[in-house]
């Protein structure tokens, strides 16, 4: 159980578009999920905090009209980023936390980000 | 900021029991040990996690000391896929999870 998944898995794109990163949790209610920037040879960096149906928390330094973070449902959120450069090439990494045995955050597999 | 101190690197022969050591002395009451790692280009995997007591589950063993100040995963028989980052958390049940740089266990053949 508390199986998390994203897509997709890797994705590349022109400088100035828009890329969409979904984040779901398979067997579980994830009342909150986390966004969570990882560059080449660093730790996890957290990005933003959301609960579903409300707005996104973000972490000091995150710009929230660049990476748009949208938890309609409580299994899935969405990160958008938006007019991406090539500064903005990562490795994105959602995590997802329920109640009871699922109150401990699981992570996804990961989005290989690109930007051209 | 992240609340432990892990060294940055290990070597673990393959088949010998892998000890990681974290310090949290500024831990708090309603705070518990969490364990992750991170095989190369892959997400977070959750380990094992404990508040007081020591816990074992079918990946690891949780060794907590009484004043709760530090900890040891210990990985039972290592293997040459246990070879990853490792991350040592302190975050109370509904807070967020922040990463320090972990330790990099490297087994050897």
């Known amino acids: 159980g508390a199986v998390v998944s994203q897509h997709p898995s890797w994705v590349i794109c022109k400088s100035g578009t828009s890329v969409k990163i979904e984040c779901r949790s398979l067997?579980?209610?994830?009342?909150?999920m986390f966004w969570y920037r990882q560059f080449p040879k660093q730790s996890l960096m957290l990005m933003a905090t959301s609960n579903e149906g409300s707005k996104a928390t973000y972490e000091q330094g995150v710009e929230k009209d660049k990476f748009l973070i949208n938890h309609a449902s409580l299994t899935l959120s969405t990160l958008t980023v938006t007019s991406a450069h090539p500064e903005d090439s990562s490795f994105y990494i959602c995590?997802?936390?329920?109640?009871?045995?699922?109150?401990?955050?699981?992570f996804g597999p990961g989005t290989r980000l690109t930007v051209l | 900021d992240a609340k432990t101190t892990q060294p940055p690197s290990m070597d673990c022969a393959e088949g010998r029991a892998a000890n990681l050591p974290c310090n949290h002395s500024?831990?708090?009451?309603?705070?518990?040990v969490y364990w992750y790692r991170q095989i190369h280009s892959q997400g977070p995997q959750y380990i094992i996690h404990?508040?007081?007591n020591n816990e074992t589950n079918e990946m690891a063993s949780l060794i907590i000391t009484e004043d709760r100040k530090s900890s040891t995963l210990i990985l039972p028989h290592a293997t040459l896929r246990d070879t990853a980052v490792y991350y040592c958390?302190?975050?109370?049940?509904?807070?967020?999870?922040?990463f320090g740089p972990g330790t990099s266990l490297s087994v050897i053949p």
């Open positions: 067997d579980f209610q994830a009342t909150t």
């Open positions: 500024t831990i708090s009451g309603n705070e518990y």
């Open positions: 995590s997802a936390r329920g109640t009871g045995f699922t109150d401990t955050q699981y």
């Open positions: 404990g508040l007081k």
């Open positions: 958390i302190v975050c109370s049940s509904y807070d967020k999870v922040i």
